[in-house]
Nanobody
Framework: QVQLVESGGGLVQAGGSLRLSCTASGRTSLFSALGWFRQAPGKEREYVAVISSNGRVASYADSVKGRSTISRDNAKNAVYLQMNSVTPEDTAVYYC??????????????WGQGTQVTVSS
């Protein structure tokens, strides 16, 4: 099995930046891509970004494109999400997920417990 643990959430002022981290452990050979998703209260889980196994290919949701960067360090089994110019609409629980390179959450077999990000206006 695979365990994912996120960190870095908290309270951020609008216009500021956040950096989330996620570390994978266990049978890391069971997945290739690592992704970030988020879920706001009363809304469905939303795709944010995904990065390929070698870190060379990344994809972003339109809502974060241009102000976010996903990266990974395979030596540390870690994935990161840097998001700039945040707005209150970015408030959500952010989840790290491991699976295949896709924006559909059903393609991810392993999920972290989530980290809360709250953006104050």
């Amino acid at each position: 099995q695979v365990q994912l643990v996120e960190s870095g959430g908290g309270l951020v002022q609008a216009g500021g930046s956040l950096r989330l981290s996620c570390t994978a452990s266990g049978r890391t050979s069971l997945f290739s891509a690592l992704g970030w998703f988020r879920q706001a209260p009363g809304k469905e889980r939303e795709y944010v970004a995904v990065i390929s196994s070698n870190g060379r290919v990344a994809s972003y949701a339109d809502s974060v494109k241009g102000r976010s960067t996903i990266s990974r360090d395979n030596a540390k089994n870690a994935v990161y999400l840097q998001m700039n110019s945040v707005t209150p609409e970015d408030t959500a629980v952010y989840y790290c997920a491991a699976g295949v390179f896709d924006s559909d959450p059903v393609k991810y077999d392993y999920w972290g417990q989530g980290t809360q990000v709250t953006v104050s206006s």
